[in-house]
C-alpha cells in the first residue's frame, strides 16, 4: 500500500511539473509567432471596430434605496474612427440590441423587454452617435445623441483612453477606452416603480452607465508586387 501511494504521489508532481513546462512552452511559442508589444500612448489614425469578446456595456440602478443591480448588454457593435494627430476630431457610436439586456435573472429580463422598460418589439437598438470630442483639464469628454426608446438627447461621456497595442500579425492595432455617465431614466419614458412607505424609490431614477471598448483596427493586406 506505500508502495502504491508513493507511486500515485510521484505520478501526481510529475504531472504537475509537466503541465508547468507544457504551459511555459505554449507560451514561448505564442511570443515567436507573435509580436507581443507592449502598450503605447498613441496608436494610429483610423477605424478601430469594438472586439465584443474583450468590451462591456453595462448598467446600474438602484434597488429600494439599497444596493445598485448590474446588467449589461450582450449584443452590441460600435466603431471609433481615432484622428491621432488631432483626438478632438475623432468619433465614436455604438448600437446596442435591447433584446440582449441581461441582468442574470431570467424573469427580469422579460420584464426588462416589456414596454414597462426596453419595450424592445417597438424600439429595438440603444444607440449612441458622437456630435463632439473635446478635452477638460486632463479628462477627456465626447458628446453626442444618445437614443433610448424613442426619445434622443444630447448625452456627455466623460472617458480615457487606456492606450494602444501596435499592429502585429494578428491586427492593425488595438485600443482601449473606459467612460462612464448617468441618465435619467425618466427622460426617456421609463416610468415603472413607485415608491416604498417613507418616499424611497423602488428603482433609483438615476442609471449609470459603464463602457469598458477593446477595439481592433483591421489589419491592412500586404499591397500586391507591381
Known sequence: MKRASF??????????????????AVNNSL???????????TGESGTYSFDKAHSFIGFKVKHMGLIEVPGFFRDFTGTVNYDSKDTAKSTV???????????????????????????????????????????????????GDFTMKGVTKSV???????????ADQRSGGKMGIAAETTLNRRDYGVNYGGNLPGGTAVL???V????????????EKPKAAE
Open 7 to 24: 507511486t500515485v504521489i510521484f505520478a501526481f508532481f510529475a504531472l504537475f511539473i509537466f503541465a508547468g513546462t507544457g504551459a511555459e
Open 31 to 41: 511570443a515567436e509567432r507573435f509580436t507581443l508589444a507592449g502598450v503605447v500612448q
Open 93 to 143: 457610436e455604438f448600437t446596442a440590441k435591447a433584446t440582449s439586456v441581461d441582468t442574470g435573472v431570467e424573469g427580469r429580463d422579460k420584464h426588462l423587454r416589456t414596454v414597462d422598460f426596453f419595450e424592445v418589439e417597438k424600439y429595438p437598438d440603444v444607440t449612441f452617435k458622437s456630435t463632439k470630442v473635446e478635452k477638460k483639464g486632463n479628462n477627456w469628454i465626447v458628446t
Open 156 to 166: 456627455s461621456f466623460p472617458f480615457n483612453i487606456a492606450g494602444f497595442l501596435p
Open 204 to 206: 433609483s431614477d438615476e
Open 208 to 219: 449609470k452607465i459603464n463602457l469598458q471598448i477593446e477595439a481592433g483596427k483591421a489589419k
